[in-house]
């Protein structure tokens, strides 16, 4: 079983606009928005691939219900936590003449109290694990979250007998890796 984890979801909206001119108006031809982060988008291809897969993430109570419902219509698999507020929306502009992204801009994510507002998310990861299991866990961390987050869970994961990969970045990351 593929397990993915994800604390900073979001949204990825994606306008796709005429030639872009900073200051001008230039026509939108379509618009899409997607669940994301970086455990959502592996399991998205997970379950693409017909990989047994189920995601666990943070989402912003404002969302749980939208968040969960797009989830399930793309037939992933998925257990949410809520935390205060709103999921973030990322803004990404594609350019309809290449189909090339233009710009993507990544908004704020969660600002948490500190651990315990993780807990319920690793308890329920940590009572699903299952020996030979792969755990990814993916992306930033939310805003007043130690950099040892990952390494914590890592650990824990590896002392269920499952395997993890953790596809961080800065300190995080090197915590993960000591």
């Not at 694990?129 to 914590?152: E, H, R």
């Not at 993890?164 to 970045?169: R, S």
Request: aromatic share 6%; proline share 6%; hydrophobic share 45%.
């Amino acid at each position: 079983m593929l397990r993915t984890v994800t604390l900073n979801t979001g949204y990825d909206d994606y306008f796709t606009v005429g030639e872009p001119a900073w200051g001008g108006v230039a026509p939108m031809h379509a618009f899409r928005s997607v669940c994301s982060g970086k455990g959502i988008s592996c399991a998205r291809a997970a379950t693409a691939l017909g990989v047994p897969t189920v995601a666990y993430a943070l989402v912003g109570a404002d969302d749980e219900g939208d968040y969960s419902r797009r989830l399930a219509a793309e037939g992933i698999e998925h257990r949410l936590v809520p935390v205060p507020g709103a999921t973030r929306h990322n803004l990404t502009l594609i350019d309809a003449a290449g189909e090339k992204v233009a710009a993507h801009f990544v908004a704020q994510g969660f600002t948490l109290g500190g651990p315990d507002d993780v807990a319920p998310l690793v308890d329920t990861l940590l009572a699903d694990v299952q020996p030979g299991d792969l755990v990814t866990l993916n992306g930033s961390l939310p805003t007043g979250l130690p950099a040892a987050t990952w390494a914590d869970l890592a650990r824990a994961v590896i002392e269920r007998d499952a395997e993890v990969i953790v596809d961080a970045q800065k300190d995080a990351l090197v915590a993960a890796l000591r």
